[in-house]
């Protein structure tokens, strides 16, 4: 009988970015080791594509992720009809062969793990994004530590960044599986190192840097920024807003910037877009509150630096080109030991 492995993830909002990314490869990984894999989902980006890879879906709303005071209340009115629903349309006999049900947001494993517990041989808790007040003060956090316990259950992370948060949240370790490069292979030979531009590719917010940026281009006339998100009122004129990028338009984006720069100024778990970078052989830039700094050597393989500090090194790396190509060769290098291969056997030997 062929096992089973279901993703499950109901999200505030909608959109791709490195968690769908993430979920999207590992699905098709397992697909393509003999699984059948399934989605239970009201993420219309992972719905469209895991329908693109010809992977089951059910698509099913019980509830929007508990993020917001509003969100909160409207998912403690609906608990119980939600596990209702659920448990009625996913029964017993629906995972009967599960090798492993992947849980993404923190709605479904409030609700939803003690059930999946006794009904698949395991139950991860995926975390990849940020620990903030909405676990941390969330009103069935002991029950999240209560149920994280069980031992089907475990507790599964991208980054050594993430380990002190996520034991304050869980009371508890987590496995640590890092991220990894998709098809390592050169796609780009740069041999201009000369910085003339600067690009940002993610959300463009408040805790991923969004205001630093601005302050930087408004103050480095020089240089061009390249951001990807809408045009906003009052933006520097050498701030170029570029959309959503994805496609050609994304590739473009990587042929013309000199330096990428994640100055997150809350924890980013990851940032599997300094992977993308370095595949391309683009020199980066991040702020300490990036989990890959822990998986890169300083000023060798990688730029780190405290926020107060990433203004200074961008006016260091305008005289530094010899510098800029050697960092960014030595990271090429480096993620070449990053494979998916061994990031998927990692998820792999969680059931095996």
């Known amino acids: 009988m062929i096992k089973t492995i279901t993703f499950i993830r109901f999200p505030f909002e909608s959109r791709m970015g490195g968690e769908e990314l993430h979920t999207v490869k590992l ?52 608990y119980p009809w939600s596990l209702f629903r659920f448990k009625s349309k996913f029964n017993s006999d629906f995972f009967e062969n599960e090798a492993c049900t992947f849980l993404l947001n923190i709605g479904e494993k409030i609700i939803f793990s003690k059930y999946l517990s006794k009904v698949s041989s395991k139950v991860v808790f995926m ?48 496995t640590i599986i890092p991220n990894a490069i998709y098809n390592l292979k050169t796609l780009r030979n740069k041999t201009d190192y000369k910085l003339k531009k600067i690009g940002y590719l993610g959300r463009f917010t408040e805790d991923k840097g969004s205001n630093l940026i601005i302050k930087l281009a408004s103050k480095n006339k020089d240089i061009e920024f390249l951001v990807s998100t809408e ?39 990851f940032g599997l877009v300094v992977l993308e970078a370095m595949q391309r052989k683009v020199p980066v830039l991040i702020s300490n509150n990036v989990g890959a700094k822990d998986y890169f050597k300083k000023d060798l393989e990688i730029f780190i630096e405290d926020l107060d500090k990433i203004e200074n090194k961008i006016q260091d790396l305008k ?16 993620i ?17």
């Open 27 to 78: 699905a098709e990984f397992f697909n393509n080791n003999g699984f059948k894999v399934r989605l239970i989902s009201s993420c219309k980006v992972l719905i469209s594509e895991f329908k693109k890879l010809g992977l089951e879906v059910y698509e099913f709303k019980p509830f929007r992720a508990p993020v917001t005071k509003i969100s909160m209340l409207a998912f403690i009115i609906k």
């Open 319 to 334: 005289s530094k080109e010899k510098l800029m190509q050697k960092v960014a060769l030595n990271a090429f290098k480096k």
């Open 127 to 174: 975390e990849h994004a940020r620990i903030g007040n909405f676990i941390l003060k969330n009103p069935f956090l002991s029950h999240l530590r209560k149920v994280s316990k069980l031992k089907t259950i475990e507790i599964v992370s991208v980054s050594k960044i993430m380990e002190r948060d996520l034991i304050k949240a869980y009371n508890q370790k987590a």
């Open 336 to 352: 070449s030991s990053m494979t998916d291969d061994k990031m998927h056997q990692s998820y792999l030997n969680l059931f095996k």
């Open 231 to 269: 045009k906003f009122e009052n933006s520097p004129n050498n701030l170029k807003c570029l959309g959503y990028l994805k496609g050609k338009k994304l590739e473009e984006f990587w042929d013309q910037i000199d330096l990428l720069l994640l100055p997150a100024s809350k924890i980013d778990p």
